[in-house]
C-alpha cells in the first residue's frame, strides 16, 4: 500500500516565502529520475505555423503571412506527458490517437524518448484532434499568435476502444507511484475511468486536471483547477473571497488538497485540515505565453508528491515549474536543470 503524502508536516497557514534557499525543495526535484508516473487523458497535436507579415491582401482586408516553418508537439494530456518526461520521470501514457498523419508524428515523437512507454496509447479509425496556431512576427521579433484553429471531427470511441483503454489502465496503475488524469473533454476519461480513480486513490496519489467535469472527481488526492474553474467547481462568484472557494470545495468533494492557480497572483493551496497557503508567483509577471502552463503544474506537483513530498513543497515546487514554461513560447516543458536554478535562485534561471 503506498501512502498519500501528509498534510504539510506542522508548517503554519500563511504566506509562503518567494525564495526556497531554506526549504530544500532543490532535494525533491532530485528524485524525480524513475518515478513512475500514468498520465489518462485526451492526447492532441499542437500545430505552430511560423510566419513573416509582408503585405496586405489584395482578396480581403488581412494582413498576408509568408510561410516560414511549423513544428508539432504534444498538446493537452500529451503536454502533461512531455513535461514528465522532460522532468525524468517514466511514464505510462493512456489515452488515443488517430491513424491519421498527425497522430503517427504523435507516437514517434513519444516512441523518441526512452522514458516514455507508449505500450498504453490506443490508435483509433479517426483523425487526431489538433489546435493549431498561426505565429507571425518580423524575423527579430517574437512571432505573436494570429488565430486558432480547432480540428476535432468528434469521433465517438466505440465501447471495445474503451474497454480497451480500462484494460490498459487496470494493467498499468497498480506498477506506478501517481496517476494524473488530463481531461479536456474530448472522451478519453469516460465515467468508468473517474470511478476507477476514486478506487485507486485509497492507496496511489490520484491528480485531476479537468477543463468541464471536476466536480466528479470526488475522493481524488488534490486537483489543480484554474481560478475561474474552481469559482465555478464551488458555485461562487469571483467577488467572493478565494478562502470561501477553498473551503466549500473541499467540504463537498473530499480532497486530500485543492491547488488554485490564479495567474500572476501565484497559487493558493487549501489542505483538508484546514491550512491555506497563498504562493506568490515566481519569476516575471510579464509572461510571455501561457499555453500549456496548467499541464506543467500538474505534471511537476504529482510529480514531486511521488517523490516525497508534502503538498505545500509539491505546490511550491510546481510554482516554479510554471513560472518558467510561461515565460517560452508555445508548449513549453521544463528540464530539471532549469527547475533546480530556479529553485535555487528564488525563480531567476
Do not use: W
Request: hydrophobic share 40%.
Amino acid at each position: 500500500m503506498k501512502k498519500t503524502p501528509e498534510g504539510d508536516r506542522g508548517k503554519k497557514s500563511g504566506t509562503a516565502p518567494a525564495t526556497a534557499g531554506s526549504t530544500g525543495l532543490p532535494g525533491f526535484v532530485d528524485r524525480f529520475k524513475g518515478k513512475k508516473i500514468c498520465v489518462v487523458g485526451d492526447i492532441i497535436a499542437d500545430v505552430f505555423i511560423f510566419g513573416k507579415p509582408y503585405r496586405l491582401s489584395r482578396e480581403a482586408p488581412v494582413v498576408v503571412v509568408k510561410y516560414e516553418g511549423s513544428k508539432i508537439y504534444p498538446g493537452s494530456a500529451g503536454n502533461t506527458i512531455n513535461n514528465l518526461a522532460a522532468l525524468g520521470a517514466k511514464v505510462y501514457p493512456v489515452g488515443f490517437v488517430g491513424e491519421d498523419s498527425i497522430g503517427g508524428k504523435l507516437m514517434d515523437f513519444f516512441s523518441a524518448m526512452k522514458n516514455i512507454d507508449t505500450g498504453g496509447i490506443i490508435r483509433h479509425g479517426g483523425d487526431t484532434i489538433t489546435k493549431t496556431r498561426i505565429l507571425a512576427g518580423d524575423t527579430n521579433v517574437s512571432k505573436q499568435q494570429v488565430i486558432r484553429i480547432d480540428k476535432d471531427e468528434g469521433h465517438r470511441h466505440t465501447a471495445k476502444e474503451k474497454d480497451l483503454l480500462m484494460e490498459k489502465l487496470a494493467a498499468i496503475c497498480p506498477r506506478v507511484d501517481a496517476v494524473i488524469v488530463s481531461d479536456y473533454g474530448h472522451g478519453a476519461v469516460t465515467g468508468k475511468v473517474i470511478e476507477y480513480m476514486k478506487v485507486l486513490a485509497n492507496d496511489r496519489i490520484v491528480v485531476g486536471d479537468s477543463r468541464y467535469s471536476l466536480k466528479k472527481y470526488v475522493g481524488f488526492t488534490m486537483i489543480t483547477p484554474n481560478e475561474s474553474e474552481a469559482y465555478a467547481l464551488a458555485g461562487l462568484t469571483e467577488q467572493d473571497p478565494i478562502e470561501d472557494v477553498g473551503r466549500k470545495v473541499l467540504s463537498a468533494m473530499h480532497l486530500k488538497a485543492l491547488l488554485v492557480t490564479r495567474g500572476n497572483r501565484g497559487m493558493t493551496l487549501f489542505l483538508r485540515n484546514g491550512k491555506v497557503h497563498h504562493i506568490p508567483i515566481s519569476g516575471k509577471d510579464d509572461v510571455a505565453d501561457v499555453t500549456g502552463a496548467g499541464d506543467t503544474v500538474c505534471a511537476a506537483a504529482a510529480l514531486s508528491l511521488a517523490s516525497g513530498a508534502d503538498f505545500l513543497d509539491a505546490s511550491r515546487i510546481a510554482n516554479y515549474a510554471a513560472g518558467i514554461v510561461v515565460m517560452k513560447r508555445g508548449t513549453a516543458t521544463v528540464t530539471v536543470p532549469e527547475l533546480k536554478r530556479s529553485l535555487e535562485n528564488g525563480g531567476v534561471i
